[in-house]
């Protein structure tokens, strides 16, 4: 079965940092853009970064460049977010989705995991 399932997800200061982790099963993930979104509350779903599984390419939002860094272990099959300097408006559910290189369509999305970042 196909699944990505993030974790990692809690309760901080701002200032403070979080690790997020999103595990990949159920096939080969070489040929897949491994995003991270986050949703907030009455706000649109929007983009935070990308890594490419088999290396070399990273891409970020603005809003997070310099704090939060993507990152993968392919012997664990896991993707992870490392946010550091977290801000209140970095508050929303954070999400993974598996985007096959050359397509515009995401296969698969995690059920998300909650950062709350306290002022």
């Known amino acids: 079965q196909v699944q990505l399932v993030e974790s990692g997800g809690g309760l901080v200061q701002a200032g403070g940092s979080l690790r997020l982790s999103c595990g990949a099963s159920g096939r080969t993930w070489s040929n897949y853009f491994m995003d991270w979104f986050r949703q907030a509350p009455g706000k649109e779903r929007e983009f935070v970064a990308r890594?490419?599984?088999?290396?070399?390419?990273?891409a970020y939002a603005d809003s997070v460049k310099g704090r939060f860094t993507i990152s993968r272990d392919n012997a664990k099959n896991t993707v992870y977010l490392q946010m550091n300097s977290l801000k209140p408006e970095d508050t929303a559910v954070y999400y993974c989705?598996?985007?096959?290189?050359?397509?515009?369509?995401?296969?698969?999305w995690g059920q998300g995991t909650q950062v709350t970042v306290s002022s």
């Open positions: 989705a598996a985007l096959l290189m050359g397509t515009d369509k995401y296969e698969r």
């Open positions: 890594i490419r599984w088999s290396g070399g390419y990273t």
